[in-house]
């Protein structure tokens, strides 16, 4: 039977909390408190016989990758973009007057910086325009972050969640749908909202040959009142190999494209450089 919960958190957060992708930032880069992962977060890129990066086992449960080689030279800057049932009525209301950020996008444009975007199903098709302007620039690839942002366990910051695992599947298989109309740079990639998972929603989406890439770098964007942070946050933990986790999201991660230029800055100062999650995971 499938089961969609929504936990009673829900009555005593901020609505705006839980539209939140991500784990929220302690301000100076400690890993904040939250659903705990599994496997083991130390795990590097996995090891595939097949030559296109980012394909999983589709008979085993999905494998969590969380950064790439550290004998490179790049860094993976991946950014979330979020679109919740939620976030569409206060875009509809007019109450929120866009979760896209026009800013950041131009910015990554003009520097031609490499980034991976895990889009959720419904930013794909509420922002068609600039999902297609994404999809279109070679510097850039999609991955997955489910339809409608909702957990895949249950205690995930308060977000409603789905545990049915033929739902589970269901719901990432249409995104993978809505992301392959756009073209460009595809990849299998997944990215839990939240960062949560368990065994039990590995298992259940395996079969779909995705890998699930949680990051080793949470900038801890997501409601961020400073941009200093951020980039402390980033910076402090970024090494080669690196995948770092930030978000497209508007008013909900509002010094992100304030944030990004120091970090962009400050990782080239180490000599370092930037590219597509496939590469730094192939590398």
Not at 136 to 165: K, R, S, V
Not at 252 to 271: F, Q
Request: net charge negative; proline share 7%; charged share 20%.
């Amino acid at each position: 039977m499938r089961r969609r919960r929504t936990l009673g958190i829900l009555a005593a957060l901020p609505a705006a909390f839980l539209t939140a992708c991500g784990r929220p930032g302690t301000g100076g880069g400690g890993t904040p408190a939250g659903p705990a992962l599994d496997p083991d977060p130390s795990v590097g890129a996995p090891e595939m016989e097949t030559p296109v990066p980012g394909w999983g086992d589709p008979d085993r449960p999905a494998r969590v990758v969380n950064h790439g080689s550290r004998d490179g030279e790049s860094v993976a800057l991946t950014f979330d973009a979020d679109l919740t049932e939620y976030m569409a009525g206060q875009l509809d209301s007019g109450e929120v007057e866009t979760y896209h950020n026009e800013e950041l996008l131009a910015y990554l444009e003009d520097e031609r910086i490499p980034a991976t975007f895990f889009m959720t199903g419904m930013w794909a098709e509420r922002y068609v325009e600039e999902a297609r302007r994404i999809a279109g620039n070679p510097l850039f690839e999609l991955a997955n972050h489910t339809y409608e942002h909702q957990a895949f366990t249950a205690d995930c910051y308060g977000l409603a969640f789905e545990d049915d695992p033929e739902a589970m599947r269901a719901d990432v298989e249409r995104t993978f749908t809505a992301l392959t109309a756009l073209g460009g740079n595809q990849t299998r990639y997944f990215r839990f909202p939240g960062l949560c998972h368990d065994k039990a929603a590995l298992k259940a989406l395996g079969p779909l040959g995705l890998t699930v890439v949680d990051g080793d770098v949470v900038s801890g964007d997501p409601f961020a009142e400073a941009s200093q942070p951020i980039v402390d946050a980033v910076l402090g933990r970024a090494e080669a190999g690196s995948v770092v986790v930030m978000h497209l999201g508007g008013p909900n991660a509002p010094m992100t494209h304030i944030a990004l230029p120091s970090i962009v800055d400050g990782l080239r100062e180490r000599g370092l450089g930037f590219a597509r999650l496939s590469e730094v995971l192939a590398g």
